[in-house]
């Protein structure tokens, strides 16, 4: 089941036509990134976003929490110290955001700050926030952003077990982990830890048979050890084709 990442895909588009295109292209499930300015968006803003989302006739499956200025290079805020109360604020209307329209994973990005205790802490709440929403939390790894701390999957499970809550899960964005070294073949080993997937081919972060990645023999894999969510199609388009989709 793959699902269409609006923050990557239909970008000629407005943000809130973009559910429309995917589904027109034939996806029956979306996910986004924080789809709005601020961590704390009018009203307004958010049901405009939800119309669109429904209007459409596609399931959100997927929503990161605010990051920051992202194309300045903030990487979230669960890790950046004196933001706590903006942070948790982002938390308890993503997860609203979430729970209203069905959506399952809530993605919070550590930030590029060490993880302290009260990163820790953080996350928990964000976790038992998500839980109230019937959710999963995920952290995700990330390449392409030095400061970032998180780059592998094992580096991700370590913090997973500090924040010692059982709907905290991996994102496992194979373009991200392959780039920074790790060996995809051993994601299959530890599918019961891994909340999400997402896919971009490398090098170029292109759809799927744009550059090197065995991306359906590893998503095969992961079916095959039990992995049942969706895949995120999280690329930049190179071909604007959908034909891949084919292959999978």
Known sequence: MFDANLSMLFTELSLLERPQAARAAGFDAVEIWWPFADAVPETREI???EGAIVDAQVRLVGLNLYAGDMPAGDRGLASWPGRETEFRANVEI???????LGCRTLN???GNFETTAQTVSNYRFAADVAAQA????VIEPLSGAPKYPIKTAHQAFELMDEIDRGN?????DL???ATNGDDLDLLADHVDRIGHVQIADAPGRGEPGTGELDLFGHLAKLR????TGF????YKPVTHSFAWRDQA
């Open 175 to 177: 373009y991200h982990l």
């Open 47 to 49: 049901e405009a976003f």
């Open 168 to 172: 905290v899960k991996l994102l496992a």
């Open 224 to 227: 095959a050890n039990g992995y």
């Open 94 to 100: 993503t997860a609203a955001i979430a729970a209203r």
């Open 231 to 234: 895949v995120g199609a999280e």
């Open 134 to 137: 019937g959710a999963q939390l």
């Open 108 to 110: 919070a990005l550590h």
